[in-house]
DNA sequence: AATATAATTTAGACAAGGCTAAAAATATAA
DNA sequence: TTATATTTTTAGCCTTGTCTAAATTATATT
């Protein structure tokens, strides 16, 4: 079907859309896709052929639907390999991404589907993120940034805006995991930091930290 | 480490040189690889150069110690995905060969190892064939041919000289599994088809397909 | 609006791994 | 032991996906 190149180029163009909801640029791109913009632009032109991006010189790029089904595939191999990967055999969240991005390739009509029926159709992955169903539909929950919330306030921390392994490294650090309660202490409006409770400790975070954190109420 | 190509060429090699016993030539190679002997060539003298084989023009070639090892981890890796594939996903024994072909190369220092604890480290695959341990030891069960067999004699089917998918799909059709045990009912002279009997049921087998059942008596 | 800066694309090159066709070496046979 | 056939290697080319450097287009600044 496609190759590995093309398949992580339309998941770094879905993923940006999803972030950044316009289209994307020849460098954001590059700069996800750690390659160099000529590049990426040799590769839009392939993927533009393929009728899997909307392309046009200077204009930067979007997905089609057909692109936009094919990488919701690739997310979804990603997200169920790595619960598998934590589920089945153990990791911390914060060691599978590079073994999923390498698993998310695998080509098979029927793997993935036998896969998730093992792990007995899990939604969301180790992240928090929702794992799209065989059509590419995904599950969405409403969720706001911890930023958001006022003193006093409670929630459930139920996914990053960053899952970068630092990040994860960090929040294990600090004791904080994916369903964890947390409860606004106080907001120390010099450098917005946050004082937060959680069921087991205290503990202050930055701004930056806050804004990775999404927090169902 | 080594790439696909890489990493498929050492696997062919050691496969043939289990099977021959010699120097591999490179048209061998070559219809073992699914490509052209010039290819091969090619290969050879980058895996010399790594000093996985060696290789003297015109002389076939050979796994050093190295090459042997780096085989043996891919053999390792293959097998025990293969044996995942069947006793967790529930594919039959006749479908797993091509997606453990892209398993087995999947990069990670840890993840095989953990695949194996999680699978309560199996000492063979779904064809019978030994996987080899993080050490690359494999564990060698005797086994005779059943064309060795004499008129009643008994003894279990262990493993498959061919575990190609068309031999597997002919023993699925003939209700013949691995483990069964199987008497020598009689032998025919003229063609040397043999007529065997399973717990369940009795039928005769060519010559060709007895050449390729190992029994452990 | 003209110009400086930033972003993007083009042109040309490279490495990996494959191929075909031709040349060279080895093996087989008369 | 030549002659023929087979095997292997070499030479040169192709595709994919990458890169650097140069050229082009878009954006920002004055």
Chains 1, 2 share one sequence.
Not at 33 to 49: E, H, W
Not at 51 to 56: D, E, M, N, R, V
Not at 144 to 169: A, C, T
């Amino acid at each position: 079907m496609f190759s590995q190149a093309e398949e992580n180029y339309l998941k770094a163009i879905y993923a940006l859309e999803e972030k950044l909801q316009k289209n994307i640029s020849t460098n954001i791109l590059a700069s996800k896709t750690q390659t160099k913009a000529s590049s990426v632009t040799d590769m839009l032109k392939k993927l533009a052929i393929k009728q899997l991006i909307t392309y046009k010189k200077y204009q930067g790029v979007q997905l089609t639907k057909t692109g936009k089904d094919a990488a919701l595939i690739v997310v979804r191999k990603h997200r169920l390999w790595e619960y598998f990967l934590v589920n089945k055999l153990n990791y911390g969240w914060d060691e599978v991404h590079d073994i999923a991005e390498q698993l998310e390739h695998i080509k098979s009509e029927t793997l993935i589907d036998r896969l998730e029926k093992f792990l007995k159709s899990p939604k969301f992955d180790p992240h928090g993120d929702p794992i799209p169903d065989k059509d590419g539909k995904i599950m969405r929950i409403k969720t706001v940034n911890l930023l958001e919330l006022k003193v006093g306030q409670k929630g459930v921390l139920d996914n990053l805006k960053d899952s970068s392994d630092e990040f994860l490294k960090y929040l294990n650090k600090k004791n904080l995991a994916l369903r964890d309660r947390i409860k606004v202490i106080d907001i120390e409006p010099f450098d917005n930091s946050i004082h937060i409770e959680t069921k087991t400790h205290q503990l202050v975070i930055s701004k930056k930290v806050a804004g990775n954190l999404n927090i169902k109420i």
